[in-house]
């Protein structure tokens, strides 16, 4: 090796990882404190690491907190949304991509219309008909306004296109239903779609502030972004520890599952840039 | 259902099948789009029992009063800040990494997911831990800055840098979703290319770049571009957070403005002004995304 190409290699070697600490440093610093004594957080001497692990933090925020209560909202939240949405956007896809019939062209523009449309654009009025039928402050108000995904039809018929449609006339000879075929080959065949889509919704619904922020006051039903916020607003100043526990704890699923999938998250998060 | 005639059972199937997903689409996004559009022409507010029509009123308080124009030229700010920082942050790590991987395959894909982390990371929660590491006597980054000598600061309560603070966490947050697409671009580069510009005297690592790998990069880079734009234009979630607007709105941005005026102090209709606004800069740059992942198609 020249000593140029061996300079070069340990110069980038070195920003690379000045950088990755950079990138790394909120983290650090979040699950450092969270396992810090109390003591030991509140000094004004730079101490990058705990001097020894404190587990009382989390046993605080699991405890004596609402931080579980956040998290299995996140999860019914996050779960109903994307439940609904592959029941409403398979079937959706599939015929499109498969049947012939009046409006198809008129459809799929709608469907390539809306993927033009932030959900910022649409909470105003969504707000105010949730008002009028009194569902403001509950599941439904979290779930529902995400029930209609141009991107999830998109993405889904793109992927069904591709697969042969003798593959559904077989079926259809065998005497399925359109319905059966929907669910039981076609769902199945787009289960890499699918799963790229979850990764997405479930990313998306999960870290989500805005619409949580507007669609619900009562803490009871807050996700846990909106959730942590309650928490922080509350602690007055005294339990940093408790509050990094519960930043971590928030964080810990999304990224334990990058951690464990990076393929499929890198690409389901990179599909989810078309939609803007 | 047998009974029916064959065309018949076809077009009740395919309302089964296309009805709901289509009928959703029309109540959560057409509807609520035609009505915000309604509203930004009248003096609606939430509760209301009526409502004025008052023109262009709201869009001219938005650009014509102080408090307006501060959301329009922080949002500006802030993504001329972070649009160049996360695009060319995110080249420079993904042409090292890229590199990287003949020498160091394993510690270049550590890496990549390092970088990647703050994309999948809750961004309230992380901008909760933000501000402990910017805490002014608590934090990291004071700590060390007193400990070299220098001077604390209030990162985010100080009118003159609080937005360069949201846009340092903005940049944060974005170069490694850059950088993955990049990746992606370097990866699809024929290797053959190289050794044609070796061939006509294009060897150092320099004109490498710029005979090959830029040009070969455009595309990516346009669609990385408007990315960044789109995303930035939508920053929310560390306002909201960190700084709700302040101090004395010199944090305010658009969607932290539609949200304070339409859902604290329910002026609906202003907000749906802030609404269109937002919305039109967005629909542009959506487009201009949109065509440019049409050309990219016909690249391959």
């Not at chain 2, 944060?172 to 950088?179: A, K, R, S």
């Not at chain 2, 749906?272 to 629909?283: D, G, K, N, P």
Request: glycine share 8%; with cysteine; charged share 10%.
């Amino acid at each position: 090796m020249t000593p140029g190409r061996l300079f070069g290699r340990s110069l980038s070697l070195a920003l690379l990882l000045i950088g990755a600490l950079a990138i790394l440093l909120p983290f650090i610093w979040m699950v450092s404190l969270a396992f810090k004594p109390q003591d030991e957080i509140f000094t004004a001497t730079i101490q990058l690491l705990p001097s020894r692990i404190e587990w009382s933090n989390f046993t605080k925020a699991l405890t004596e907190t609402d931080v579980p209560r956040y998290l299995l909202n996140g999860v019914i939240v996050v779960v109903g949304i994307l439940a609904f949405q592959i029941l409403f956007a398979v079937p959706c896809a599939f015929a499109l991509a498969h049947r012939r019939f009046a409006g198809r062209t008129l459809i799929f523009g709608l469907v390539l219309a809306a993927l033009l449309v932030p959900f910022h654009v649409t909470a105003i009025p969504i707000f105010l008909g949730f008002a009028q039928i009194g569902i403001l402050n509950t599941y439904w108000a979290l779930i529902l306004p995400f029930v209609p995904t141009a991107f999830g039809i998109f993405l889904f018929r793109q992927f069904l296109a591709q697969v042969p449609s003798e593959l559904f006339d077989a079926a259809r000879v065998d005497g399925l239903s359109e319905t059966a075929i929907v669910w039981r080959i076609a769902f199945p065949l787009a289960m890499p779609a699918a799963t790229a889509f979850a990764i997405f919704s479930i990313t998306a619904h999960w870290n989500d502030l805005f619409w949580p922020l507007i669609a619900t006051t009562d803490s009871d039903l807050a996700t846990p972004p909106r959730g942590i916020l309650f928490f922080r607003d509350e602690e007055s100043g005294d339990d940093v520890g408790p509050l990094m526990a519960a930043a971590a704890l928030i964080t810990a699923p999304l990224v334990i599952a990058f951690l464990l999938a990076q393929r499929k998250f890198t690409r389901g998060l990179a599909a989810g840039g078309l939609k803007g | 259902m047998r009974r029916l005639p064959l065309a018949a059972r076809d077009a009740l199937t395919n309302t089964w099948l296309v009805g709901p997903a289509t009928l959703a689409m029309l109540m959560f996004i057409f509807l609520p789009v035609l009505i915000v559009a309604v509203l930004s022409f009248t003096d609606y507010q939430f509760g209301a029992r009526s409502f004025g029509w008052i023109g262009l009123e709201n869009y001219e308080k938005l650009f014509g009063s102080a408090l307006g124009r501060r959301a329009i030229t922080n949002t500006l700010l802030y993504v001329a800040i972070v649009i160049p920082a996360a695009v060319g942050l995110g080249l420079l790590v993904a042409l090292g990494l890229h590199r990287m991987m003949d020498w160091a395959p394993q510690l270049s894909n550590v890496l990549r997911s390092v970088y990647f982390l703050p994309v999948a990371a809750t961004l309230v929660a992380m901008s909760v831990a933000w501000q402990m590491v910017l805490h002014p006597s608590l934090g990291v980054v004071n700590q060390t800055l007193v400990g070299l000598g220098g001077e604390p600061r209030n990162w985010l309560s100080d009118r003159s840098i609080v937005l360069y603070t949201l846009a340092v966490i903005g940049i944060w947050q974005t170069v490694g979703y850059n950088m993955v697409l990049f990746l992606a671009g370097l990866v699809a580069i024929p290797p053959e290319l190289y050794d044609a510009a070796e061939v006509d005297g294009a060897g150092g690592n320099w004109s490498r770049f710029w005979t090959v790998t830029w040009p070969m990069l455009g595309p990516t880079t346009l669609f990385v571009l408007v990315i960044t734009a789109t995303n930035a234009f939508r920053v929310f979630e560390t306002v909201a957070t960190l700084t709700q607007g302040g101090p004395a709105f010199a944090s305010d941005t658009l969607v932290y403005a539609l949200y304070r005026e339409g859902f604290v102090y329910f002026k609906a209709g202003y907000a749906s002004a802030i609404t269109m606004v937002f919305f039109a800069v967005l629909l542009t740059l959506t487009l201009m995304q949109f065509r440019i992942v049409e050309r990219r198609v016909h690249y391959r």
